[in-house]
């Protein structure tokens, strides 16, 4: 706990807003050349899409016992830790959408 | 009425993207009987559960329990979701290969078949642009 989103967290991390479809909502994948990339699906609201970058940049930052491939229940434990990572911040990632809308 | 059985028989057909007729076909037995069982009208026969849990490769216990521990795993997953498909299933295997592989997904429920390989192919794209970088 106590861990707090900074601007700087998205500084080396790309975001593609992307078509992904039914039951998923973003992912998050480091390719081979050590880039962080994170995957939103863009139908998601303003608020759902700050919640899942949240989601996302916890397992980039701080979830360093999470490598290989995770689907559903897999990890569940590092996906509580993300969610409320997610919950307690995405407040102050929202603004940033904001900005860039204009 | 549902029954659990019967949802998990959905699931697992929607997550190979097949449709009632096919998954039938397979078993051997007729689209209504399967839809009976999906909704849980009538039981699944011993045959029956033999016979889903070899064509999507899980334990019968998990289709007659949901044991989570016996599914496939979500590698397997993802292959099995690019058998057709020759090019984004060799560079998943090489991509799976990687000690440093991070791959979590945001997900609400089961990824249908269309879902893994649209990310696959994102992914495809990141690391193909990155090469030539």
């Known amino acids: 706990m106590g861990q707090e989103f900074q601007q700087s967290d998205l500084r080396d991390v790309k ?21 962080s990339h994170i995957f939103i699906e863009e139908s998601l609201s303003p608020e759902c899409t700050a919640k899942t970058l949240a989601h996302e940049i916890y397992h980039l930052k701080y979830d ?17 830790e993300a969610d409320r990572f997610a919950a307690n911040n995405f407040h102050r990632i929202l603004p940033l959408f904001r900005v860039n809308a204009i | 009425m549902s ?11 929607d997550r190979r993207g097949f449709k009632q007729q096919e998954l039938a ?8 009987v399967l839809s009976n069982w999906e909704r849980g009208y009538t039981p699944v026969d011993t045959d029956g559960v033999l016979k889903l849990a070899k064509i999507f490769e899980v334990s019968t216990e998990y ?24 090019e984004l299933l ?6 799976s290969k990687r000690e440093d592989l991070m ?22 794209i990141v690391e193909d642009e990155e090469a030539n970088e």
């Open chain 1, 15 to 35: 975001v593609h807003t992307v078509t992904l479809g039914e039951g998923i909502k973003g992912f998050v994948y480091v390719s081979q050349r050590n880039a």
């Open chain 1, 64 to 80: 360093k016992l999470s490598h290989g491939i995770g689907l559903d229940k897999q990890q569940a434990e590092s996906e509580q």
């Open chain 2, 3 to 13: 029954s659990v059985i019967g949802d998990r028989i959905r699931d697992l057909r």
């Open chain 2, 25 to 32: 076909d397979k078993i051997g037995t007729s689209r209504q």
């Open chain 2, 63 to 86: 289709i007659l329990h949901g044991r989570e521990d016996n599914t496939i795993s979500p590698a397997k997953q993802i292959a099995l979701a690019l058998e057709d498909d020759d």
């Open chain 2, 90 to 95: 060799a560079f998943f295997n090489e991509l």
């Open chain 2, 103 to 124: 791959l979590l997904f945001k997900q609400v429920k089961p990824l249908k078949r269309d879902v893994i390989k649209r990310i696959i192919k994102y992914i495809k």
